[in-house]
T-cell receptor, first 119, second 113 residues
Framework: EPEVTQTPSHQVTQMGQEVILRCVPISNHLYFYWYRQILGQKVEFLVSFYNNEISEKSEIFDDQFSVERPDGSNFTLKIRSTKLEDSAMYFC?????????????????FGPGTRLTVT | AQSVTQLDSHVSVSEGTPVLLRCNYSSSYSPSLFWYVQHPNKGLQLLLKYTSAATLVKGINGFEAEFKKSETSFHLTKPSAHMSDAAEYFCVVYRTGRRALTFGSGTRLQVQP
């Protein structure tokens, strides 16, 4: 069964450094998402991406964050200057085009997550 | 805005006994609701979804949930717990304005032998 993969599984970085979290969505999917979960807190939406541009973003997704689909398979989240409070589990998700832009009724497939630790 | 509240952060049951994980939602109109499960070191997997077609929704691995509008609830149940059900369960609502999923805080299910 196809699945979303994420690398690395765990990333440790120093405060102020840039990190890139990588995701390979399911191959025929067109909508891509990043969520994060700070330890002990809820899973929170960060950003959605479609047709090579951001569709929606949350208040969390400020200028230090960016997303990119550099080729036909990868979807990346870049954090430019990491802060201690960026430490979290970051989940990538994707879905196909069923339901069009609204798409709320259709399953988002999640990756296993990347645990980011900022020291 | 749509939101969900999971009433229990931790539930412990014995193998073979029923499972009940509680979720209440808040929405000004008929929501799209989901239950996701996360096993250790695994991604979030969809268990089932409610999209107004039927109030009793059957999912994978013997789980089901009933949408009760009068109680604004979407509780997850299973008649008989299995050791492999031990995981974190998330009640989730689709937030139409955001076009994204809004998660509850999660319920950790422990299954005792």
């Amino acid at each position: 069964e196809p699945e979303v993969t994420q690398t690395p599984s765990h990333q440790v970085t120093q405060m102020g450094q840039e990190v890139i979290l990588r995701c390979v969505p399911i191959s025929n999917h067109l909508y891509f998402y990043w969520y994060r979960q700070i330890l002990g807190q809820k899973v929170e939406f960060l950003v959605s991406f479609y047709n090579n541009e951001i569709s929606e973003k949350s208040e969390i997704f400020d200028d230090q964050f960016s997303v990119e689909r550099p080729d036909g398979s990868n979807f990346t989240l870049k954090i430019r200057s990491t802060k201690l409070e960026d430490s979290a589990m970051y989940f990538c998700a994707s879905r196909d085009s069923s339901g069009g832009a609204l798409g709320g009724l259709y399953e988002q497939y999640f990756g296993p997550g990347t645990r980011l630790t900022v020291t | 805005a749509q939101s969900v509240t999971q009433l229990d952060s931790h539930v412990s049951v014995s193998e073979g006994t029923p499972v009940l994980l509680r979720c209440n939602y808040s929405s000004s109109y008929s929501p799209s609701l989901f239950w996701y499960v996360q096993h250790p070191n695994k991604g979030l997997q969809l268990l089932l979804k409610y999209t107004s077609a039927a109030t009793l929704v059957k999912g994978i691995n013997g789980f089901e949930a009933e949408f009760k509008k009068s109680e604004t609830s979407f509780h997850l149940t299973k008649p008989s717990a299995h050791m492999s059900d031990a995981a974190e369960y998330f009640c989730v609502v689709y937030r139409t304005g955001r076009r994204a999923l809004t998660f509850g805080s999660g319920t950790r299910l422990q299954v005792q032998p």
